[in-house]
């Protein structure tokens, strides 16, 4: 009996009748191998050599440089994912496909999709926080004037601001009176200026009065000219009063604002951990006073900030007060006192002192443009 060949018999290779070998399984392979290699990569640039399992050389499928290209033929080699790359590894064979030109993939920054923030998300978040906090101050502003909630109170601090405000509207009075008096003077002058006109038209047609007339004339005009000094260092005085006022107290005032207001919210994250710890201590509630704890320290750093903010600004208000006031003061009492007693020099000496300029008449007149 004859010995069988100690060859496999699927190593055999088939061959057809004409002598050709049968390509099915080739065909097959190279469809499957097609698929599986990178897009740029065809088939009619790789050179595909096999054996069979009794050789000791294995099959190695390998490419050359794409047409075109002048990139070197690099080459690595890949596990190979597909259903054709499976079937030559299982076949022993090595995949080998060039890492140059459009094959290799280049590197970038990842970007994980979770860790995408949401605008959305984040406006949310933030309405959330605002509603939670306008709520606590809204809620201790009225069990303060229910008399119920506990307020923190700088004695101090809350004795100077009430001072403040009650002498902004004392010098708010006084600036009300000033420009009165102001818009009365400059009729006055423009009254006696047209008095000393019409003296002046009748003593040269009224030849019998021509003194009379005259005399008239020179002390109307004279009048005018004094109050039109007068009016310029009354309208000064009002301008620096109202810079003082609307300005540099006002300044102030926004900072105790934003002072109170933080005193508010301290005192609401104050009242919210004292409720939180005189209740129970559990595994829901250590969380919540954790971070009822952080907010309020959050809160109590900002509103010491503000009360020191304050005290500091009230602190140069008051210097920066009584330097123009008393400056202010002194212009008022001169040039009243030297308008009505009939002294000019005295009046004149007191703007030049002061660095007071008067406008000349007819320089604010407007153009005929704006007139128009």
Known sequence: MAQESPKNSAAEIPV???????????????????????????????????HGYDSTKEGVVEAGPFPGSSASPKSSVISPSSAA?????????????????????????????????????????????????????TRQI???????????????????????????????????????????????????????????????????LHEEFGYNADTQKLLAKNGEVLLGAINFFIASVTTLVNKTIEDTLLTVKQYETARIEYDAYRTDLEELNLGPRDANTLPKIEQSQQLFHVHKEKYDKMRNDVSIKLKFLEENKVKVLHNQLVLFHNAIAAYFSGNQKQLEQTLKEFHIKLKTPGSDAPSWLEEQ
């Open 85 to 137: 790359a499976s079937r030559l590894a299982g076949q022993g064979c090595d995949l080998i496909i060039p890492t140059g030109g459009r094959v290799q993939q280049k590197s970038g920054p990842v970007v994980l999709a979770d860790e995408v923030k949401n605008p959305a998300m984040e406006k949310l978040e933030l309405v959330r926080k605002w509603s939670l906090n306008t709520y606590k101050c």
């Open 142 to 208: 009225i069990s303060e004037k229910l008399g119920r909630g506990s307020r923190t109170v700088d004695l101090e601090l809350e004795a100077q601001i009430d001072i403040l405000r009650d002498n902004k509207k004392k010098y708010e009075n006084i600036l009300r009176l000033a420009q009165t008096l102001s818009t009365q003077l400059f009729q006055m002058v423009h009254t006696q200026r047209q008095l000393g006109d019409a003296f002046a038209d009748l003593s040269l047609k009224s030849l019998e």
């Open 16 to 50: 057809t009748s004409n002598g050709q070998l049968e390509d099915s399984h080739e065909n097959s392979f190279n469809r499957d191998l097609k698929r599986s290699l990178p897009v740029g990569l065809g088939l009619s640039e790789t050179k595909i050599t096999s």
